[in-house]
């Protein structure tokens, strides 16, 4: 099993910045990808960025070039950089973490809200 807690989301202005963290305990050996998803009320849980182990990462389109992913595998940590948040970046923001035989393990959501 893995267990994962997010923090650091909150309340921010248009064109502002937050980073949000994500903790990863328990069977951190078997974690691959880590990722960040988020869901807007009413709306589908959609992808926002993931990063592999290796490093390699990919991004949704409407975040590319504002968001940045990185990943600490020695404290079993990924963050999430955003800067230029628009109101649409409003949403909960979940943290997933992937095994290398594709089991996925969810964060309990960090909720950010971008003020226009």
């Known amino acids: 099993q893995v267990q994962l807690v997010e923090s650091g989301g909150g309340l921010v202005q248009a064109g502002g910045s937050l980073r949000v963290s994500c903790a990863a305990s328990?069977?951190?050996?078997?974690?691959?990808?880590m990722g960040w998803y988020r869901q807007a009320p009413g709306k589908q849980r959609e992808l926002v960025a993931t990063?592999?182990?290796?490093?390699?990462?990919n991004y949704a389109g409407s975040v590319k070039g504002r968001f940045t992913i990185s990943r600490d595998n020695a404290k079993s940590t990924v963050f999430l950089q955003m800067n230029s948040l628009k109101p649409e970046d409003t949403a909960v923001y979940y943290c997933?973490?992937?095994?290398?035989?594709?089991?996925?393990?969810w964060g309990q959501g960090t909720q950010v809200t971008v003020s226009s």
């Open positions: 990063i592999t182990s290796s490093g390699s990462t």
């Open positions: 328990g069977r951190i050996f078997v974690i691959n990808a």
């Open positions: 997933n973490a992937e095994s290398y035989s594709h089991k996925t393990s």
